[in-house]
């Protein structure tokens, strides 16, 4: 079974800051695929990034970048210049021969 | 080009009533799923569904619920006789092609659901 685990349930940053918000999964595919999805108030689910497990480098979208150990089975988020509206839930994701499987989610809060 | 459309938005049903959330994938996508959402949880899948078929619903409970994607139409996900524990978000997501192996998913805005 593929699971999802992000063990920060909430977290706060100020303003033009950097945070990173870590995410652990256990999968026993070899090829999959890592997604982290943004839930602003509003309720929709947004792709912020997304990083194919057969390559090395680690993704990068404007100030979004991620730390991908595909040894560790780590995928952290990294938000850089933090801005008031990345305030939002953040869900790590797996999806390989699955459906895409959610961690519960990080709160993330901007503070100005 | 349109998003993944879902209504209703929100609804609100009593205890034993039937509850029909519906979904439109983008435009070009015939791959749908269902996922839902308790409070202050992830997303849990329910079921995938293409034209016509029912792919994998090993997410959907066995019973009450059931959800269908006709030829013509949008997908719809049935809950029968509705119990305060189906109180939930229930987002929709398509994509062009099987998206189990890419996994991006375009959803809906959601469609929110009160049992009283």
């Known amino acids: ?112 | 080009n349109a998003g993944v459309m879902q209504n209703p938005r929100h609804l609100v049903r009593r205890r034993g009533q039937e509850a029909r959330l519906r979904c439109s994938p983008m435009k070009g996508h015939s791959h749908v799923y269902w996922y839902r959402q308790l409070p202050e949880e992830g997303l849990k899948f329910m079921v995938y569904l293409q034209k016509e078929n029912i792919i994998d619903e090993s997410g959907m409970p066995k019973e009450r619920f059931s959800a269908e994607f006709p030829k013509e139409g949008p997908s719809i996900l049935r809950i029968q006789q509705v119990v305060r524990g189906d109180s939930a978000a229930y987002f929709c997501a398509s994509s062009p092609s099987s998206g189990r192996n890419t996994g991006e998913l375009f959803f809906g805005e959601g469609s929110r659901l009160t049992v009283l």
Do not use: H
């Not at chain 1, 839930?39 to 730390?67: D, G």
């Open chain 1, 1 to 112: 079974a593929q699971t999802v685990t992000q063990s920060q349930p909430e977290m706060s940053v100020q303003e033009a800051e950097t945070v990173t918000l870590s995410c652990t999964y256990d999968t026993s595919e070899n090829n999959y695929y890592l997604f982290w999805y943004k839930q602003p108030p509003s309720r929709q689910m947004i792709l912020v990034i997304r990083q194919e497990a057969y390559k090395q480098q680690n993704a990068t979208e404007n100030r979004f970048s991620v730390n991908f150990q595909k040894a560790a089975k780590s995928f952290s988020l990294k938000i850089s210049d933090s801005q008031l509206g990345d305030t939002a839930m953040y869900f790590c994701a797996l999806a390989g021969n699955t459906p895409l499987v959610f961690g519960k989610g990080t709160r993330l809060s901007v503070i100005a």
